[in-house]
């Protein structure tokens, strides 16, 4: 992370090349700008900077929990390519691209991966669409994990991904920010029906675990983006995975999913708890 955030507050001075376009506000703190400042990235502005360490200020592990989920992310793709075989991913709400970028990870086992990554901001598709379709095997959409039918009858999505075979469908740090009104069982439900059997579903998600400061201090950070954080149980995730059998670990704190070392101990820091699991569907 940078360490002179000095530019006061309203300016509109950018880490690194942040993308233009529609959207495109440094002035309005984004979400996805939020979480890239959080893993230590340089794509952000100082309304991003302002809100994000609003939250650590509250929960100075905040920085770890996000790179912790990252990291589940390269660990459950590296499952998925080297273990259980799968050629195909959609990343639902891939945020900005970052380091060990999903294709990234699949292609090197597996370099005849085929990815799609959808988002519904225009700067994440926009930075996307400059760094990471790459070559024909990898693409990016905008559309809204809350309209799956626009991402499955996308023409690229159609393109590169065959659902008659096994797919893998990531939905990370996605659904938290799917309210109950706006139906994520249904949304699962969609995505589930059209994947083939063999196909694997992987989920992070904020649970209500963490201190009731810790998780006001998150909510307050993204409501300034226009998003609101919905924490939910871990009885409330497994039912987004009806239809898939939950593969060891189950559904665990992100760092503790078949982490490759032991992960550390609680720091003592009010953690933001994200749980996360992987399924297969029957």
């Known amino acids: 992370m940078s360490d ?3 530019p006061p507050p309203g300016q509109a001075v950018p880490q690194g090349a942040a993308p233009g376009g529609q959207g495109d506000d440094a002035n309005i703190a984004n979400g ?14 100082v309304a991003d900077r302002v809100a994000a360490d609003r939250m650590i200020a509250e929960n100075p592990g905040a920085p770890v929990t996000a790179k912790a989920n990252r ?39 597996a370099p005849d991966a085929r990815v799609v990554y959808v988002d519904h901001d225009p700067v994440v598709v926009a930075h996307g669409q400059a760094l990471l379709a790459t070559s024909d095997a990898v693409t990016v959409i905008q559309a809204d994990a809350r309209r799956p039918a626009d991402i499955l009858d996308h023409p690229e999505t159609c393109r590169l991904i065959d659902f008659s075979e096994p797919v893998a469908v990531l939905l990370v740090a996605v659904l938290h920010f799917v309210s109950d009104e706006e139906d994520p069982d249904g949304i699962l439900a969609r ?92």
């Open 191 to 282: 995505f589930a029906e059209v994947m083939a059997p063999g196909s694997h579903l992987a989920i992070s998600h904020t649970v209500g675990e963490s201190p009731a400061q810790v998780m006001a201090a998150a909510q307050r950070g993204f409501q300034g983006t226009g998003a609101l954080l919905t924490p939910r149980t871990r009885p409330e995730l497994r039912r987004f995975f009806q239809g898939f059998d939950i593969l060891e670990p189950g559904l665990v704190r992100v760092a503790e999913w078949r982490p490759t070392i032991p992960p550390p101990p609680s720091s003592g820091n009010s953690p933001w708890v994200i749980v996360g699991g992987v399924g297969r569907k029957r």
């Open 32 to 45: 996805a700008r939020i979480y890239d400042y959080l893993l230590g990235g340089k794509n952000n502005y």
């Open 71 to 109: 990291a589940f992310l390269g660990r459950a793709v590296r499952f998925l390519v080297e273990e259980a075989g799968i050629r195909q991913f959609l990343d639902v709400g891939a945020g900005l691209p970052t380091q060990q970028n999903v294709h990234e990870v699949a292609q090197r086992s």
């Open 4 to 6: 002179d955030h000095s």
